[in-house]
């Protein structure tokens, strides 16, 4: 049983910051990666970014690039989403989420590609 799960979200003001933790349990997932996305209220889930297990290599959507960082600790089965700078419009569920069966590294934006998610955290930025 795969089981993905996430903390570190609250309440934080404009500017501020929050780190976000997902620790994945049930197999071994170092072949695959781990995305991040978020939903806010009345809109899709999005792609947030993405690092694979085994290199550690990244990708960010345009909106958080350069104020977000994703890391993972391979020891501990866990990837972490620093953000930094936050604003408003950051305000979201944020989920967690692991593909698993092999689809290639260009599908890592789409919700569709991942196979496990968490239950999502939530994270509030106050302007």
Not at 12 to 41: E, I, T
Not at 49 to 54: H, K, P
Not at 78 to 97: F, G, R
Not at 104 to 124: A, F
């Amino acid at each position: 049983q795969v089981q993905l799960v996430e903390s570190g979200g609250g309440l934080v003001q404009a500017g501020g910051f929050l780190r976000l933790s997902c620790a994945a349990s049930g197999r071994s997932f170092s072949s695959y990666y781990m995305g991040w996305f978020r939903q806010a209220p009345g809109k899709e889930r999005e792609f947030v970014a993405a690092i694979r297990w085994n290199t550690g290599i990244t990708a960010y959507a345009d909106s958080v690039k350069g104020r977000f960082t994703i890391s993972r600790d391979n020891a501990k089965n866990t990837v972490y989403l620093q953000m930094n700078s936050l604003k408003p419009e950051d305000t979201a569920v944020y989920y967690c989420a692991a593909e698993a069966d092999g689809s290639g590294w260009s599908y890592k934006r789409l919700v569709s590609t991942y196979d496990y998610w968490g239950q999502g955290t939530q994270v509030i930025v106050s302007s």
